[in-house]
């Protein structure tokens, strides 16, 4: 480590009179996870030795008879945790193999460092900026029970907001203002009850270093919210994502709320997705922009639509990953289930933003992701498939991706059916991706390996056990069989 970052960090040290060191990482489904030790025990030598922990403890990592991993601190993520009741330094880390000091292959963070380095190396572009756009619920109350099968299972959510508790009083005046179903955007207080908590969110992101734009309710009833987040290059932004998720957890527990990234936790309206805003730069200058283009698209930028889009069923595998992912993908509640692009078509999988005709400003959106990916390896994926678009010149305008222009809802059936959809399920998804997925192994960037084991996780972990266990909807419909 360079001797004026190890002096920033003892200067940060002093400044707050840090006593303890939380060493982050993340996951493979995409959780963070940590460990603490008293601020003495950090040195220059951790930097470039790192820590070591047990990886056959964590999701997706080691088998136990191979499990001594070390961490290695990033001194550029350094933040004081807003969190922590005694004074500590945070610190995300990369993952080490013992065995020659290697990176971790199943480190998310590394395949995210890689994705980078392809992209310097392809002479495409050398910089990739991705924007992307967490919603989030906040609730008063949630509760599930999964463990007792027999004696029944079931959940519940509970919010103030939420349009239900109209009829309500729970020992206090009902004071009547709350959104409808589907008119949750942009409503004042009364009705959105949430500006303070969203405030109080966005300035503990800004005091640990992150560049907010704006806040707001969304569309759903009962607490959807949005806080936007400034683009960044690719590892930066996945940091920040990582970052922006705990601060918006942590925020809402502290004043005994509770949030989620969940993409549809409540049936009857609008799901949280993750749109997330892409562009290639090169030297300095955007590519995504031309005067003449549709949409101001250049061809590049043309063809990196054409292999997100191209790709996208294997694409949403890694990028909406969850069961629930795919309650939220169904037609209506604007769901970007269409797999075409579109100027300002909220229903497109891709939609070109036409605020500005800035060239700087160019750029596309992706919709169909959400907050249940892993950041590192979504945005490599949609990287990975937006290259491969360029390199093998994937023209959308001549792939049956559009443009469209419409609203999709109102087209005739006949033009409706040539449209094709994202999988229906994340099952579907997975299959997608087992057929299609050497455009993400160009470079090494991501290995067959950790693709076979993403599937075969996701498939044991999430997909059987919800498929075997009966839902409630299952005993209204056939119990009386």
């Excluded at 996870?33 to 990886?55: C, M, N, S, W």
């Excluded at 008879?65 to 601190?73: A, K, V, Y």
């Excluded at 050398?126 to 007792?148: A, H, K, R």
């Excluded at 992912?325 to 229903?347: H, I, Q, T």
């Amino acid at each position: 480590m360079p001797s004026d970052k190890l002096k920033e960090i003892t200067d940060l040290v002093k400044k707050h009179k840090i006593k303890y060191v939380d060493y982050k990482f993340i996951d493979v489904p995409g959780t963070w996870q940590h460990k603490t030790h008293p601020i003495a025990e950090l040195d220059e030598d951790v930097f470039r030795y790192g820590t070591g922990f047990d990886g056959s403890s964590i999701r997706g990592f080691q088998g136990i008879e191979e499990s001594d991993m070390l961490l290695m601190p990033d001194a550029e993520t350094a933040f004081v945790d807003p969190f922590i009741r005694e004074p500590t330094l945070s610190l995300t880390c990369d993952v080490a193999d013992p065995d020659g000091m290697k990176p971790y292959q199943n480190d998310p963070r590394y395949i995210a460092k890689k994705a980078e380095k392809y992209l310097a190396d392809s002479g495409i572009a050398d910089t990739s900026f991705m924007g992307p756009e967490l919603e989030f619920f906040i609730f008063d109350n949630v509760s599930f029970d999964v463990l007792n099968p027999h004696k029944g299972m079931g959940y519940s959510i509970d919010s103030n907001e939420g349009i239900w508790n109209c009829s309500q009083n729970n020992g206090v005046p009902n004071l009547g203002h709350r959104p409808r179903f589907k008119e949750g955007y942009f409503p004042v207080s009364p009705t959105d009850t949430q500006t303070d908590i969203r405030n109080e969110m966005v300035g503990v992101m800004s005091d640990i270093g992150m560049k907010i734009e704006l806040h707001h309710h969304e569309v759903a009833t009962a607490g959807q919210a949005e806080i936007g987040m400034r683009f960044d290059r690719l590892l930066k932004i996945a940091d920040n994502t990582m970052k922006y998720k705990y601060v918006v957890k942590n925020v809402a527990h502290r004043n005994g709320k509770t949030a989620t990234f969940m993409p549809k936790p409540m049936f009857g309206d609008n799901g949280s997705g993750m749109h997330t805003h892409q562009s290639l730069w090169k030297n300095g200058k955007p590519l995504f922009f031309d005067k003449d283009g549709y949409g101001l698209l250049s061809q590049t930028a043309l063809y990196y639509i054409g292999g997100l889009l191209i790709h996208a069923p294997a694409l949403l595998a890694i990028c909406a990953p969850s069961t629930n992912s795919y309650k939220r993908l169904v037609p209506g509640y604007e769901a970007p289930v269409n797999l075409v692009f579109s100027c300002r078509n909220r229903s497109a999988a891709i939609r070109i933003p036409m605020y500005s005709d800035n060239p700087k400003t160019k750029r596309i959106e992706f919709r169909p992701p959400d907050a249940t990916c892993n950041p590192y390896l979504a945005f490599s994926a949609m990287l990975m498939a937006g290259l491969d678009g360029i390199k093998n010149k994937i023209d959308p305008t001549k792939n049956g991706f559009g443009p469209i222009n419409k609203n999709i809802y109102h087209l005739p059936d006949a033009e409706k059916a040539k449209i094709r959809s994202v999988p229906s399920s994340l099952d579907e998804s997975l299959e997608a991706l087992e057929n299609d997925h050497k455009f993400l192994t160009q470079g090494k960037v991501f290995t067959d390996s950790f693709i076979e084991n993403w599937i075969a996780y996701k498939r044991t972990n999430e997909v059987d056990p919800v498929r075997i266990r009966t839902h409630p909807y299952e005993m209204f419909l056939y119990y009386d069989a």
